[in-house]
C-alpha cells in the first residue's frame, strides 16, 4: 500500500485573511512603486529641460534669485535706499 497522504511540511495552511491582506499589500505596493517611477521621471524631464533652456535664445540664463541678488549688489554701489 501506497501512502496517499501529502508531505507535511511544518507550516499549517494560510487563511483567508492573510491572502486577502498579501492582495492589498501587493496593490499598495504597486502604487507606491508607480508613484516613485512617475515622480522621478518628472524629475530627469525638468532637468534635462534646465539643459536645454540655457541654450535657448531669449531666455537668460541662471535662476530667479541670481537676477534678485545682482539687481541688490548693484543698488548698494550706487548707494540708492533699499526696500
Known amino acids: 500500500m501506497?501512502?496517499?497522504?501529502?508531505?507535511?511540511?511544518?507550516?499549517?495552511p494560510e487563511?483567508?485573511?492573510h491572502?486577502?491582506?498579501?492582495?492589498?499589500n501587493l496593490g499598495l505596493g504597486l502604487v507606491l512603486a508607480a508613484f516613485v517611477a512617475?515622480?522621478?521621471g518628472l524629475t530627469i524631464v525638468k532637468i534635462t529641460?534646465?539643459?536645454h533652456a540655457q541654450d535657448a535664445p531669449g531666455v537668460s540664463g541662471?535662476?530667479?534669485t541670481t537676477g534678485t541678488?545682482?539687481?541688490?549688489?548693484?543698488?548698494?554701489?550706487?548707494?540708492?535706499a533699499t526696500g
Open 2 to 12: 501506497t501512502d496517499q497522504r501529502a508531505p507535511r511540511t511544518g507550516f499549517p
Open 62 to 64: 541662471g535662476s530667479a
Open 38 to 40: 512617475l515622480v522621478f
Open 49 to 51: 529641460n534646465l539643459d
Open 19 to 24: 491572502r486577502r491582506r498579501f492582495g492589498r
Open 69 to 80: 541678488a545682482t539687481a541688490r549688489t548693484a543698488t548698494a554701489r550706487t548707494g540708492a
Open 15 to 17: 487563511h483567508e485573511l
